[in-house]
Structure formats: structure tokens, C-alpha cells
């Protein structure tokens, strides 16, 4: 790709359930070959984003993030020990809401004011839902009318329900439990608690946590009885839309990359796994799918929009269990990275809450947030030998050889407005050192 800021770079397509798009992969499979013979190939990063609606909003995510890493392997090390690095971009089907900026445009956006979906949601969604045009379309018509009717806002519940992929109760491992769950699933809902409780309690909840991210409601909008609960039906929308995302990213992770990321260790050069938001989820599921007996370099984690507790081998409010990925750093040869910030309004207030809600039918009851929150936004917890660090001490004094390190990022991931906050803001040459240090200890 002419237009790409580092060469070589292939990208890799998968879709919802896994598949891998074989052309591409075969291609890719040979190419690394070739560049491990002709050019001595020695590593391989591989970045999955997060929610993005097409491929040319992915590939300039890439563009933008890989941009440092030339000059960085040019500047900090001597030329006969300078590593020959490639770099791969997974492509998989996820949703951006419109009035959300994509990481490389984080700062520059702000939500959408006024009724109804954003601009270019429904096409998004419809991206993302193939086959489901005429319910995107009642949702769009409920969401611009927000009519001052109960049933009504039950519909709008009911249908953003049909959008999502019922839980299996079975196995786990496949991308699909709660992350903080690894062996019995069987005392999970199939159907998140925020789509069977009640819908006006439900957006409520959501409509409180909007205003505490700052994301305040457009003046006159929301003059009726139920204006400033449609408000949080439409967040209902976009948590419930990003429940499927999230079960998809691991079901691509582990059914996909994971394979394919073992097909090119095989081919000789490490491989290094990026990802961002649920692309984080993506690849630490990856890491799963691995076939027996092959191992990744580095794991890095840039703000992951899943458990806190999903690396857990012991969890605190159920000593007896452990995180869906427990064990996961033992099939890593150096060290996993999880970055996190404390900007991320997204990972803050909205996805606890979120989490919540679709695990628990209890929910309402004002459990304890902490059972629910995010890696990335205050790093992965209950992790003996773990250490914290900032970003700044990271950099310079490097990270742990293996085993795994959580890396405050908030002095550089600060940027956004709400609903998100600083959720997108990664294109930064301080998180392209963090992957180089991780993976190739850099300075």
C-alpha cells in the first residue's frame, strides 16, 4: 500500500465468526517467507483495532500508529543489531458510532447533539448487522420520534435485544462468557439483565452515567417525561451493540487470529500482538488460539475495553475461579502489557455500568462497580507480580522480560470528549516505544 507509513505491511481480513479471509492469509504466508530468506524478517506486529466501520478507517488507524516505528528502530539501535520488523493490520467486522472519533482523530470530536441516531449510525449498524435493515430502520424512526410513550421505549429495548447474539451457556473459552468467569458459565444469563429488566430503570441508569461522563443533554431536547430516559436508551443502543462487539472480538481472537498467528511464528519471525479497546480482547484471545506449542514475543493491551479481572488466576469475589484468561502470560515469551488511563470516561463510568448490567440480574441492586470495570482504565488487577508503573519509568526503565507490567498511560491518553473520553487517544510515539520495549526491549 503506497500510502502506508511503514513497509512491509499486509493486512488480514476475518470475519464475524472467525473465518479468515484464505486468500489474503496464503499471501501473507508466503510474502513473510519470502522476507524471512531475502530480507532476514526477524519480527512481526500485529495490530487489531478496536471499533472502526470500515477497512479504510482501520488501515488509517495503522497508518497513523505504525508511523514512529521507523525512526525509532533507526535511532535506538546500532545498525548491526537493528531487528527487520513487519507489520500486520486485522481487519475484522466492528461498529464505531458516528459521533465517536476514531483513534487517530481523538480530541476533535464531540457527541452528537439533538435527537435521534448520530449521522452515519444506521448505515454503520447495518454494516454491522447484515440482514437487519428493517430493524435498524424502527430503531432509527423510535429514536428520532422519542415519543412520550412507555410501550414505545419497551420496543426500542426489545429490538436493540434482537441485534445481539444470544450467550452460550457451554465452554467459555471461545470468546463468548464473561471475561471474569473461566470454568462455569452455567449461572449466566443467555440474554444481558439491561435487555429483560426494566427498560425505563435501565436507561435511566444509563442516562445517569452519561451525565457523569459530562455528555449533557442538547438544550430543549428532552422537555417530556421520558425525554432524558430516551437519552439513555440510545447509549442502551450503542452498550448493547458493543456487548455483540465484544463477544465477537474474542470469537475472532481465538478462532481466527490465533491460528493464523501461529502459521506465521511458524515461518520464523516472533510475532507481536497489538490491540486496541475490544481489539485488545481480540488479540489476548488470540493468544488462546494458538496452536500447541507456539508462543508469541509480546502481548500489548492499549486501553482493553474488557474485565479487569479477565487475567485473574483467583478471583476476589470467587477465590475458587479465575479470569477467562488465566494462564494466558505462560504461552508469552516476554512480557504482557496492559496500558491503561484514567481519561477513559468509555472505560470509566460507561462500560462498568454496561457490564453490569448484561451479567448480573441483579444488577440494579447498586452492586459494587469494581466486580465490573475495565483493564483499561486502571490496569489488569489481582495479578501476583504484577507491577504498576507510569508511562514515563516504563520508557526509561524498561519493562519486566516476561510475566506482565500495567503502564499508566494517562499523561499521554488524555484527549476526548464525552461519552468516551480519552478511549481513542493512542497515536502517540510513547505507546509506539511501550510496543518496541515490550517486544524487542528498546529504548
Not at 209 to 226: I, V
Not at 244 to 261: D, I, S, W, Y
Request: aromatic share 8%; net charge negative; with cysteine.
Amino acid at each position: 500500500m503506497a500510502d502506508m507509513s511503514v513497509h512491509p505491511y499486509w493486512e488480514l481480513t476475518f470475519g464475524k465468526d472467525g473465518s479468515v479471509d484464505t486468500g489474503e492469509r496464503d499471501a501473507l504466508l508466503r510474502d513473510v517467507v519470502q522476507e524471512v530468506t531475502d530480507r532476514n524478517l526477524t519480527d512481526l506486529v500485529i495490530f487489531a483495532h478496536g471499533w472502526n466501520n470500515t477497512r479504510a478507517t482501520a488501515t488509517a488507524l495503522y497508518t497513523r500508529f505504525f508511523a514512529p516505528f521507523p525512526t525509532l528502530l533507526n535511532g535506538l539501535t546500532a545498525p548491526g543489531d537493528r531487528p527487520r520488523v513487519g507489520y500486520v493490520g486485522v481487519i475484522w467486522p466492528s461498529l464505531r458510532f458516528a459521533d465517536e472519533a476514531p483513534p487517530f482523530l481523538a480530541g476533535l470530536f464531540t457527541a452528537a447533539d439533538g435527537p435521534g441516531l448520530p449521522p452515519g449510525t444506521r448505515e454503520a449498524l447495518a454494516l454491522a448487522f447484515p440482514g437487519r435493515e428493517a430493524v435498524i430502520g424502527r430503531l432509527a424512526e423510535l429514536a428520532e420520534r422519542q415519543p412520550e410513550d412507555r410501550a414505545r421505549l419497551e420496543e426500542f429495548t426489545g429490538l436493540v435485544r434482537t441485534l445481539v447474539s444470544p450467550r452460550p451457556r457451554e465452554g467459555g473459552r471461545d470468546g463468548s462468557a464473561d471475561d471474569a468467569w473461566a470454568r462455569d458459565t452455567a449461572s449466566e444469563p443467555t440474554v444481558p439483565a439491561m435487555f429483560t429488566d426494566s427498560a425505563v430503570e435501565v436507561c435511566g441508569r444509563f442516562a445517569d452515567a452519561l451525565e457523569a461522563t459530562g455528555s449533557a443533554p442538547a438544550p430543549g431536547l428532552f422537555g417530556g417525561a421520558l425525554g432524558r430516559v430516551w437519552r439513555g436508551a440510545l447509549e442502551l443502543l450503542r452498550q448493547g451493540t458493543y456487548w455483540e462487539m465484544k463477544r465477537r472480538a474474542g470469537v475472532v481472537g481465538r478462532q481466527g487470529l490465533g491460528p493464523a498467528a501461529g502459521e506465521l511464528a511458524g515461518r520464523g519471525p516472533r510475532v507481536h500482538l497489538v490491540g486496541h479497546s475490544f481489539g485488545a480482547r481480540l488479540v489476548a484471545f488470540a493468544v488462546g488460539g494458538l496452536p500447541d506449542g507456539v508462543r508469541v514475543r509480546s502481548l500489548t493491551l492499549l486501553q482493553g475495553a474488557f474485565s479487569h479481572y479477565a487475567f485473574s488466576p483467583r478471583l476476589p469475589f470467587a477465590p475458587r475461579r479465575g479470569g477467562v484468561l488465566e494462564g494466558t502470560a505462560d504461552r508469552i515469551d516476554g512480557p504482557l502489557v496492559c496500558c491503561h488511563s484514567s481519561h477513559d470516561s468509555a472505560l470509566g463510568t460507561l462500560y462498568p455500568l454496561a457490564s453490569r448490567l448484561a451479567g448480573d440480574a441483579d444488577s440494579l441492586l447498586g452492586l459494587d462497580l469494581t466486580r465490573w470495570g475495565a483493564l483499561g482504565y486502571q490496569g489488569m488487577r489481582d495479578m501476583p507480580g504484577c507491577p504498576a508503573v507510569p508511562l514515563a519509568e516504563a520508557l526509561e526503565d524498561g519493562m519486566p522480560t516476561d510475566g506482565c507490567v500495567n503502564v499508566d498511560a494517562s499523561e499521554v491518553v488524555r484527549s476526548g470528549g464525552p461519552p468516551a473520553g480519552a478511549h481513542s487517544d493512542i497515536c502517540h510515539e510513547e505507546l509506539a516505544r511501550v510496543v518496541l520495549r515490550a517486544g524487542l526491549g528498546m529504548r
